[in-house]
């Protein structure tokens, strides 16, 4: 496979807000069977190649169920070859494009070329090629719609997270994602938030905490239920969620660090961030929209929780266009 270089966007990897735990200075991309200079480009941008290639492997087998695709086979020549271009259909943010790469890869049976046009957390215009791919043919519509799949999936998230970032602009603020995610993709659907623009929370139950309304009530109390995660994990991050003003000055007494406000009105949002005056971080949770976006950031809180960036994002509308190859 022969790639140009360009260089990586800026967007493409994890900031220094993000709490991924991603390990992007290992070598876990010498473990798969990616094309080296691919798997380097997914490590550099806080992904794991080995991941993404086995990610690639389910779709693809999911599309052919162990089997072959029967209409490309019945109807294209072997040895035919063809370049794809893969086109914005509308406007948008694109993410994952060196997925779409390697899921192209998995297919391929002989070498091929990629040119790259733009890169993850690239704004792009409807009608704008994206990415070019010079193989079989019949690799090419094998490999087109899994490798469609997971970028028009990806694309709108960073799609979606671009919006809200554009409309906190000028504020302190920054949306942050959550683990409402898609089975079996969550790194890659948070990787998708960090190209446009948000701030990753934690990537499982187990590189940081989050005591919840269950855990409040299951521990006795809000406090006691962060004493608890302090004590039994002294070095993680913890957050405290809480759904009233006592139950903030409880925890910030207690020494918590960050503190999500549940379902608070931007005026309570407000009364928040007087009494806690600088000691925690504050992050507003529910009741959010892009219309009052705006209003919770100008409280002063310092990230708004959004679930929907991953469980709600519409896709970007993105196709394969075949040519003759040059």
């Known amino acids: 496979m022969t790639t140009p270089d360009l260089p990586l966007a800026s967007s493409g990897g994890c900031g220094d807000d993000c709490a991924c735990g991603a390990d992007t200075d290992g070598e876990a991309y010498l473990e798969c069977g990616l094309d080296p200079a691919l798997a380097q480009l997914l490590a550099d941008a806080g992904l794991d190649p080995v991941e993404v290639e086995d990610i690639a492997n389910v779709a693809i087998q999911e599309d052919l169920a162990h089997g072959v695709d029967v209409t490309t086979v019945a109807t294209i020549p072997e040895e035919s070859t063809a370049t794809a271009d893969f086109v914005a259909r509308e406007a948008g943010v694109v993410a994952g494009l060196r997925v779409a ?162 379902n608070f009105t931007p005026g309570e949002c407000e009364e928040a961030v007087a009494i806690v005056d600088g000691r925690a971080a504050l992050e507003a949770s529910g009741r959010l929209t892009l219309t009052n976006a705006k209003a919770y950031a100008d409280t002063g809180v310092d990230y708004l929780a959004v679930g929907a960036l991953t469980h709600s994002s519409p896709i970007l509308d993105i196709g394969m266009d075949l040519r003759a190859a040059e």
């Open 101 to 262: 790469e390697a899921v192209v890869s998995i297919v391929c049976e002989d070498e091929f070329e990629v040119e790259r046009h733009v890169e993850d957390g690239d704004r792009v215009s409807e009608g704008q090629k994206l990415l070019s791919v010079t193989t079989r043919t019949r690799d090419l519509l094998t490999a087109e719609r899994s490798a469609l799949n997971i970028l028009c999936r990806l694309s709108g998230i960073a799609t979606a997270t671009r919006a809200w970032e554009d409309v906190l602009e000028g504020t302190k603020a920054r949306v942050r994602d959550t683990r409402k995610t898609t089975p079996g993709l969550r790194s890659l659907e948070k990787y998708a938030v960090r190209c446009g623009g948000g701030v990753n929370h934690r990537m499982s139950l187990s590189d940081a905490a989050l005591v919840k309304d269950n855990h409040v009530v299951a521990a006795g109390g809000v406090a006691q239920a962060f004493k608890a995660v302090r004590e039994a994990f002294p070095d993680l991050p913890i957050e405290v969620e809480v759904d009233t003003l006592h139950q903030l000055r409880e925890v910030v007494d207690a020494g918590a660090d960050l503190i999500l406000l549940d």
